[in-house]
């Protein structure tokens, strides 16, 4: 069974403790959220360590929380309320609706879960588990090569609030 720490309110971030990494979803309301998560149907979420390539197709879905969060501990996450305006709540809630079956791009250290939440909440994609990956990598002497394919990633492949998006 999961913990948590207080009942969520439509519009908070939902932080979904996994084994290796995050996984963040927004929540809705009435027990749902919105995230982004495999294409692939047999694949429950993205990760870093799940795939080899940068790059890979995701999905945004509308499910359960529980659903979504299994047996893993989760939390409301507003961390970023601390350094970032929350746009207003019905605006959120349409921002994240409007994006529910759309196939998008992700990207690890530029378009991720987090990335994808923080956008629709606060307007800009924002994600310390990124910029912990990145500090990793750098510590472990990789740094101008990291820094060079992150870049280039990125850049080619933006952001989801530059992507025009299109349904499935």
């Given amino acids: 069974m999961s913990r948590h720490r207080h009942q969520p309110e ?27 998560t495999s294409a692939d149907e047999g694949i429950r979420c993205l990760s870093a360590s799940s795939d080899t390539t940068l790059s890979k197709k995701a999905k ?8 979504v969060v299994g047996t893993d501990d989760w939390e409301v996450n507003n961390k970023y309320d601390r350094s970032r305006t929350p746009l207003p709540v019905k605006e959120i809630i349409k921002r994240a609706e ?6 998008m791009t992700y990207n690890v250290f530029c378009e991720n879960c987090e990335h994808f939440v923080t956008m629709l909440r606060y307007g800009e994609s924002v ?8 500090g990793s990598m750098l510590a472990l002497g ?27």
């Fill in 10 to 36: 439509p519009g908070d971030l939902i932080e979904i403790k996994r084994s290796v990494y995050q996984h963040w979803a927004l929540y809705l309301g009435d027990g749902y959220v919105v995230h982004l």
């Fill in 60 to 67: 945004v879905k509308k499910q359960l929380l529980k659903e």
């Fill in 98 to 103: 409007s994006y529910i079956g759309m196939e």
């Fill in 127 to 134: 994600s310390d588990q990124a910029k912990i990956g990145v």
């Fill in 142 to 168: 990789t740094g101008i090569v990291a820094s060079a394919v992150i870049a280039v990633a990125c850049a080619a492949f933006g952001s989801p609030r530059d992507k025009s998006r299109e349904k499935k």
